[in-house]
């Protein structure tokens, strides 16, 4: 017999257990006898390896072909094999024994991949037959992980002195390059800098890049400029830019809008020295829906973390740090984004749901490449309204961690790549409870769940049959036209749903201390 449920004020208890798979051991090298460039290693470094690893690019060495990859061989297998945590190629850190493990744009090789490279390492890195090798890749169409990008928009330089001060405050504002509104599905970020690839980065977390991090929006711009009126639902706000980020993939029903002829805005800028003199710009790739596109999702924060009171000693590591916020309404969470400093070492995002607690994602953490780990669409947590979440972060403050200038001291909350932050930016949708019965249903069909089958992260998907009670309609039809003023009222209030990324500041800045980092020398005149 289905079970059944009533969705009212309450949360009904369901109990729920954390679940993984243990990671397999890796394949003895001896399993790959006769493991070459051309038909093994190209594959891999050409999915996984040569978006960075490549001219013009970010990382210090082209892997683009034999010549180039065969001097590296040794580096590929320790790099590849030191599991996830800071210093892992790819830079990819999701622990693969707990929670969910089904990922967008996943980069992280399988035990068999890693044990492919260390096989081809210790036996003296053959290249193998020419005809095995896969055709190059087109970098004029995969240089952007979002695909080829349907615009991009180019920053102004910027340029910081080697031995600058941390600076925080605006960019000039910069026409995005659209005529009409559109709906993105992605964006992507690029820093463009003079620092050679070759050269040694700074021993500090930024490594080459000079952009720590950019809150930003997008706004239609009058004549006058950004001070005078402007229709407000030109507004939209859009995840925060992180040194190292990987591309942003909003859910695909929750397209954000891109008002025709926008400009970039953004009073918090936070750069930081990165050893050398160096210019540097954003780029910005943009990805959007068909014409006609219309989301059906409402975007929403999760307002999660603790950026004031951090209390972190001196000479310790794995120290743990806890935050908790409550979901308001019932949320499918589409993204985690661990934002941590330089002690920090690793994260985990927890749902407590009555009176069961459960991991949904683990993973080590390195500010010189912050992720935001998509989860794919099927696998992305469904809540219930009155779920807690609980983010759980490590912090090592000892003399194993290079990102730490002096282990001896004490460190609290601070803006400073230097000090702590601990908040998950990740992003979600909010649903109704009609959509969030669909959205269950529909995944239930889909993955075959039966009512004993358990789904980490959907604690409610294996109950067949969930009704409203029959009040609910009364109290709907008694408050719609109430909820529609309050729509009217945000949209006049904000022009765009309320967001955590957009409105909320990483690095705890106030309203005040960012007009005050406004006040700010340019770093441009150091």
Not at 284 to 310: M, T
Not at 383 to 399: A, C, E, F, Q, R
Request: proline content about 7%; charged content about 25%; overall charge negative.
């Amino acid at each position: 017999m289905a079970q059944r449920l009533l969705i009212a004020g309450a949360v009904i208890l369901i109990g729920m257990a954390s679940t993984g798979t243990a990671a397999a051991g890796q394949t003895a090298a001896g399993d790959h006898p006769e493991v070459t460039f051309n038909k093994d290693i190209a594959p891999i470094l050409q999915r996984s390896c040569q978006t960075c690893h490549r001219p013009d690019s970010v990382a210090p060495m082209s892997l683009l072909t034999y010549q180039q990859a065969r001097p590296w061989a040794r580096a590929m297998k320790m790099r590849t094999s030191i599991g996830p945590r800071a210093g892992v190629m790819p830079p990819w850190f999701v622990e693969e024994n707990i929670g969910i493990q089904r990922y967008k744009n996943n980069p992280s090789l399988s035990d068999e991949e890693i044990a492919m490279i260390g096989t081809w390492a210790d036996n003296g890195a053959p290249e193998g037959n020419p005809a095995d090798l896969p055709a190059p890749l087109d970098w004029n169409t995969s240089a952007w992980t979002i695909g080829e990008p349907d615009l991009i928009t180019v920053l102004p330089d910027i340029t910081v002195g080697a031995t600058a001060a941390d600076w925080w405050g605006e960019i000039e504002t910069t026409p995005v390059g659209n005529t009409e509104d559109r709906y993105v599905a992605a964006l992507e970020f690029k820093e463009i800098n003079d620092v050679d690839p070759a050269a040694r980065s700074r021993d500090t977390v930024g490594g080459r890049f000079i952009y720590h991090h950019m809150i930003w929006s997008t706004q239609v711009i009058g004549d006058e400029g950004e001070d005078e009126e402007r229709d407000r639902s030109t507004t939209t706000g859009w995840p925060v830019h992180e040194v190292g980020r990987n591309a942003d993939i909003f859910d695909e029903k929750a397209g954000r809008k891109l008002s025709a002829n926008s400009s970039v805005v953004s009073n918090s800028l936070h750069l930081h020295s990165n050893g050398r003199d160096t210019t540097g710009h954003l780029e910005i790739a943009w990805k959007f829906h068909p014409v006609g596109y219309e989301p059906e999702f409402r975007r929403v924060g999760r307002g999660l973390g603790n950026a004031l009171d951090i209390d972190i000693r001196p000479m310790q590591a794995n120290q743990e740090l806890h935050a908790y916020s409550v979901l308001q309404q019932h949320q499918k969470i589409s993204t985690f984004e661990p934002h941590l400093h330089a002690p920090g070492q690793r994260m985990c995002l927890e749902a407590i749901w009555g009176m069961n607690i459960e991991t949904l994602t683990c993973v080590g953490y390195d500010h010189n490449w912050v992720r935001t780990y998509e989860y794919e669409d099927d696998y992305a947590p469904l809540l219930p309204k009155g779920t807690i979440m609980h983010i759980v972060g490590y912090m090592d403050n000892s003399p194993t961690n290079r990102n730490i200038p002096d282990p001896r001291n004490w460190q609290g909350s601070g803006n400073r790549s230097v000090a702590n932050m601990f908040i998950d930016l990740g992003l979600g949708v909010q649903l109704t409870d009609e959509q969030f019965i669909k959205e269950m249903a529909q995944r239930r069909e889909k993955l075959q769940i039966g009512p004993n089958d358990h789904v980490i992260g959907c604690p409610l998907c294996a109950v067949e049959d969930i009704e409203l009670p029959e009040e609910y309609e009364r109290r709907s039809e008694a408050t719609e036209e109430d909820d529609s003023e309050a729509d009217d009222a945000d949209e006049a209030s904000d022009g765009d749903e309320p967001d955590v990324d957009a409105t909320d500041e990483p690095d705890g800045e106030t309203p005040s201390e960012n007009a005050d980092g406004a006040d700010a020398p340019n770093p441009a005149n150091r």
